[in-house]
T-cell receptor, first 113, second 112 residues
Framework: KAGVTQTPRYLIKTRGQQVTLSCSPISGHRSVSWYQQTPGQGLQFLFEYFSETQRNKGNFPGRFSGRQFSNSRSEMNVSTLELGDSALYLC????????????FGAGSRLTVL | DAKTTQPTSMDCAEGRAANLPCNHS???????VYWYRQIHSQGPQYIIHGLKNNETNEMASLIITEDRKSSTLILPHATLRDTAVYYC?????????????FGTGTQLKVEL
């Protein structure tokens, strides 16, 4: 079966712009989580959505937001980009919300210039 | 989530067992131990998890000490493709949603 699909895989933006990343979970998975990975901070939890509702949120500023659609697909948005937002953004899906058994996508690598 | 401590790096010869330790001395009674790995430039991959009993699947075995303060992930016959960063995570299995707190992990290098 198809895995977790993230688009785009690579993108370059400039400071002050905004970006939207997309994640299609595994069919039947209702929970979608987002993580940011940087060399300095490692893997950090951004937020989790389940049945279109945000259930958990990490310690990130309000410039980071997300949403989930009725088909479980999810998007995350980062507004007013800063250089420090350059990172690999990973999406993960799970059948249920709470098992912590996640299937990750390959990630979207964002470079902010 | 309980804090976990792992060695920064380990080496293993191909074909030998790789034993990756993890300390989680402050783990609470309802927290599970999860193991994920991340091969360079890919998303993390779930390996195994357990509460207090030893667990085995097609990828690995998880040995949890009786006091649950530490655990060991065992890759029985390591191959070059097992070279990756291995993350040990202690977290709850709750209806409150999925949330994993990743540490710095162990860089396992499997060599010929």
């Amino acid at each position: 079966k198809a895995g977790v699909t993230q688009t785009p895989r690579y993108l370059i933006k400039t400071r002050g712009q905004q970006v939207t990343l997309s994640c299609s979970p595994i069919s039947g998975h209702r929970s979608v989580s987002w993580y940011q990975q940087t060399p300095g901070q490692g893997l950090q939890f951004l937020f989790e959505y389940f049945s279109e509702t945000q259930r958990n949120k990490g310690n990130f500023p309000g410039r980071f937001s997300g949403r989930q659609f009725s088909n479980s697909r999810s998007e995350m948005n980062v507004s007013t980009l800063e250089l420090g937002d350059s990172a690999l953004y990973l999406c993960a899906s799970s059948i249920t919300g709470g098992s912590n058994v996640l299937t990750f996508g390959a990630g979207s690598r964002l470079t902010v210039l | 989530d309980a804090k976990t401590t792992q060695p920064t790096s380990m080496d293993c010869a191909e074909g030998r067992a790789a034993n990756l330790p993890c300390n989680h001395s402050t783990i609470s009674g309802n927290e599970y131990v999860y193991w994920y790995r991340q091969i360079h430039s890919q998303g993390p991959q779930y390996i195994i998890h357990g509460l207090k009993n030893n667990e085995t699947n097609e990828m690995a075995s998880l040995i949890i000490t009786e006091d649950r303060k530490s655990s060991t992930l065992i890759l029985p016959h390591a191959t070059l493709r097992d070279t990756a960063v291995y993350y040990c995570i202690a977290g709850g299995f709750t209806g409150g949603g999925n949330k994993l707190t990743f540490g710095t992990g162990t860089q396992l290098k499997v060599e010929l």
